[in-house]
């Protein structure tokens, strides 16, 4: 069974203070992995999908890397809207299903 | 761009009434999704659909059923709803297996 585990669970920030979010992961062979953004009262919103083992992806203040083990979302110089959860989620050879992690809340003090 | 649409976005229910989640997508993606959305349990599949007139069980399906007779719309029906459902149901779609999906705003449902 997949299981996808995020850390930390809640993270406050200083305006331009960078941080990094984690998101573990145990599949039976990783087809993708996604980063989505959810803000309260709405749906979550696609960041990335990353592939395979060294992928990066970069847009405005956010990075996502992966390895074989885990992925990283890296905020740099973040600002506070930013504040949202981000949640990590995976795909693996079995089929259709997305795994999600339970999310990190990451609130950003002006 | 309208994207994903979900209908209504909030409804109160008595335990034991039924009732219909609509879900519709602009995007002539293939795959569409049902979740629900709980404090501490994350993001869970009730069901899915891989094709117009196609749908399969995800990892939480009792208690509901669906029907995807247009491509463009997933519905989601609870027959005899339980204050256990009380939570947010999302709806989201993509082009296919192992691609970004992308969701509608939520469903707020409260069963009493």
């Known amino acids: 069974e997949d299981q996808v585990t995020q850390s930390p669970e809640a993270l406050r920030l200083q305006e331009g203070e960078s941080s990094s979010l984690n998101c573990s992961y145990t599949v039976s062979g990783l087809r993708g992995l996604f980063w989505y953004r959810q803000d309260p009262g709405k749906g979550p919103e696609f960041l990335f999908t990353l592939y395979s083992a060294g992928e990066e992806k970069e847009k405005e203040r956010l990075k996502a890397t992966l390895t074989k083990k885990e992925s990283f979302l890296h905020i740099t110089a973040p600002k506070p809207e930013d504040s949202a959860t981000y949640l990590c989620a995976v795909y693996d050879n079995a089929g259709n299903m997305l795994t999600f992690g339970g999310g990190t809340r990451l609130m950003v003090k002006p | 761009n309208a994207g994903v649409t979900q209908t209504p976005k909030f409804r109160v229910l008595k335990t034991g009434q039924s009732m219909t989640l609509l879900c519709a997508q602009d995007m002539n993606h293939e795959y569409m999704y049902w979740y629900r959305q709980d404090p501490g349990m994350g993001l869970r599949l009730i069901h899915y659909s891989v094709g117009e007139g196609t749908t399969a069980k995800g990892e939480v399906p009792d208690g509901y059923n669906v029907s995807r007779l247009k491509k463009q719309n997933f519905l989601l029906g609870l027959e005899s709803a339980a204050p256990s459902q009380t939570s947010v149901y999302f709806c989201?779609?993509?082009?296919?297996?192992?691609?970004?999906?992308?969701f509608g705003d939520g469903t707020r449902l409260s069963i009493l």
């Open positions: 989201a779609s993509s082009f296919g297996q192992n691609q970004p999906q992308h």
